[in-house]
């Protein structure tokens, strides 16, 4: 599907970027719990922190 697509295209490119992830699952996130905890979990995934 559509995320397959996606995760295959960040495999070939990610390497091209100083910071990279890939986020799945993103609608159940944030559903769960909001766009604040979506962009935390972005910005530890780019920072490298835990």
Do not use: M, P, S, V
Not at 3 to 13: D, K, Q
Not at 18 to 36: D, I
């Amino acid at each position: 599907g559509k995320t397959t697509l996606a995760h295959a295209l960040f495999t070939r490119i990610y390497n091209r970027f100083e910071g990279h992830c890939f986020l799945e699952n993103t609608r159940e996130e944030w559903q769960k719990h909001n766009r604040l905890n979506l962009r935390e979990k972005l910005y530890a995934e780019l920072l490298k922190e835990d």
